[in-house]
């Protein structure tokens, strides 16, 4: 019960800033600590204890990654879009950055299953090529609609 309460009281107080499935799941995996595996939050602790605040947030991980991969491609563009924006990171260093360091995949928590993992990173590659994409659409725009000699003129 304990449980219950802690993960509700984290619903509504933390995560309640994060709207999205893929910002809880960034921010639960960043309250773990990576050589452990085990959760921590000083306010949580306070009003319950470390193991009970610890599970809490184990539960609403895998709530956010159950989420997440239950949405669809076109809303985890979305997300990540909106979560790029977040970041006040250009979006060409942002998509290079996960492109090439992958950090949705210290984002998952602990004993997820591998599929499941799996199709969540694939679907993350695919996002990021979409974005990537959409950042050369207006450039293309641009050259485009500067006036073009036919070679017969």
Not at 5 to 21: E, G, I, K, V
Not at 71 to 95: C, G, I, K, R, W
Not at 104 to 122: D, G, I, S
Request: proline share 5%; aromatic share 10%.
């Amino acid at each position: 019960m304990d449980v219950l309460q802690a993960a509700d009281d984290l619903r509504r107080r933390s995560l309640a800033s994060y709207p999205r499935p893929l910002d809880r799941l960034i921010y639960l995996a960043s309250m773990r600590d990576y050589n452990t595996g085990l959760y921590y939050h000083d306010g949580l602790a306070s009003r319950f204890s470390a193991e009970v605040a610890c599970e809490a947030m184990a539960d609403c991980h895998r709530e956010a990654f159950r989420q997440l991969v239950a949405n669809s491609l076109e809303e985890l563009v979305e997300q990540l879009e909106a979560y790029m924006t977040s970041t006040h990171t250009s979006p060409a260093d942002f998509v290079t950055a996960w492109k090439g360091l992958e950090p949705y995949r210290v984002a998952v928590p602990v004993e997820t299953h591998t599929v499941a993992a799996e199709f969540l990173f694939t679907n993350f590659k695919t996002a990021l090529a979409i974005l990537e994409e959409r950042q050369k659409a207006p450039l293309a725009a641009e050259r485009g609609a500067s006036p073009r000699r036919s070679p017969g003129r």
